[in-house]
């Protein structure tokens, strides 16, 4: 799991609600869609999700996989989460 340093309290503020797609960019990477859960099993095995952890900081993680390792990240690097707008 990567955990970010957004706690719970902070990422509500956002308005962002569970079952929602995010937009996720790592450093210059092409952004990435992700679905905003509340447990791994709500997207299929090897998806990228993200969620609150136990500690209350959101978390991108992949379901039984290594979110880190499958998108390249680093301690210290910079994520932008971004809400996709229903159309």
Known sequence: NMVTNISRTEFEKTG???????????????????RFCSTYGEVPVGKPLALIGSHDFL?????????????????????????????
């Open 59 to 87: 978390e991108i993680s992949t379901n039984q996989g290594n979110a880190s390792k499958k998108l390249g990240a680093r301690a210290g690097d910079t994520v932008v989460t971004m809400r996709i707008a229903h159309v």
């Open 16 to 34: 962002i609600r569970k079952g929602a797609m995010l937009r996720l960019r790592l450093r210059d990477k092409e952004a990435i869609k992700l």
